[in-house]
């Protein structure tokens, strides 16, 4: 439904980066009328921390405690853990974050900077689909 690429000009480790991609994501997504949202994290520490805020380490214990109020606006949500590999359009996306100036959002739109990749895991996704 809709993409991000925004840059943080803050002294953040990746812990505190993907703290803030999810909160920006759940922003993101309710802005854009979500009413039902699945959370994807290669952070595994950011997974437990929403599932259980009281978990979450102090260097992002406020954004989680932010996103959790967030998250109570939804009709319904979940979180997940995927490994890095097996999302590399959000990879190229956080890379691609690195020349925006400060945020750049597309809506019903592949970012021409996932396109490739977009429609490679498409393929992929269809050459092991049961019959």
């Not at 979500?34 to 520490?45: A, G, N």
């Not at 997940?80 to 990879?91: F, G, M, T």
């Amino acid at each position: 439904m809709g993409a991000m690429s925004k840059k943080w000009e803050l002294p953040l480790g990746a812990l505190e980066i993907e703290a803030k991609a999810v909160e920006e994501g759940v922003r993101l997504a309710w802005d854009l009328g979500l009413k039902q949202i699945i959370i994807e994290s290669d952070s595994q520490i950011v997974v437990n921390s929403i599932r259980d805020h009281h978990l979450a380490p102090s260097s992002i214990q406020k954004v989680i405690e932010g996103l959790i109020v967030d998250l109570r606006s939804f009709e319904e949500w979940k979180v997940s853990h995927i490994c890095r590999r097996s999302n590399s359009a959000a990879h190229i996306m956080a890379r691609h974050a690195k020349f925006v100036i400060d945020r750049v959002i597309w809506v019903e739109d592949t970012p021409p900077i996932i396109a490739a990749q977009v429609q490679h895991d498409v393929l992929y996704m269809t050459s092991f689909r049961i019959n």
